[in-house]
Nanobody, 124 residues
Framework: QVQLVESGGGLVQAGGSLRLSCAAS????????MGWFRQPPGKEREFVAA????????RYTDAVKGRFTISRDNARNTEYLQMNSLKPEDTAVYYC?????????????????WGQGTQVTVSS
């Protein structure tokens, strides 16, 4: 089974920064688009950011535009989410995902592989 593993989460004060990483194993993901989703306690999983398989296109939910940056290193089979100016409302479990469609995808149903999630907690 192909696996995605997130890392880099933790506890940070409001205004701080974190960089999440998502490492893929068992498959080369160069042809897959990649995304980040998050799920606050008691809420549905929501789209955060996505990047095309070439890395040439990126998209963000309005809540994180200007603060978060998604990137990928296909040679390392790794996806990143740089999170700056963090706010308490960013607190959630963050999940990375891969889609065989290759282009930008916004819906969870378009993604084939998911990581187990990493907790991000932002204190005020």
């Amino acid at each position: 089974q192909v696996q995605l593993v997130e890392s880099g989460g933790g506890l940070v004060q409001a205004g701080g920064s974190l960089r999440l990483s998502c490492a893929a194993s068992g498959r080369t993901f160069s042809s897959y688009s990649m995304g980040w989703f998050r799920q606050p306690p008691g809420k549905e999983r929501e789209f955060v950011a996505a990047i095309s398989w070439t890395g040439g296109s990126t998209r963000y939910t309005d809540a994180v535009k200007g603060r978060f940056t998604i990137s990928r290193d296909n040679a390392r089979n790794t996806e990143y989410l740089q999170m700056n100016s963090l706010k308490p409302e960013d607190t959630a479990v963050y999940y990375c995902a891969a889609s065989h469609f290759g282009g930008i995808q916004y819906d969870t149903r378009a993604y084939d592989y998911w990581g187990q999630g990493t907790q991000v907690t932002v204190s005020s």
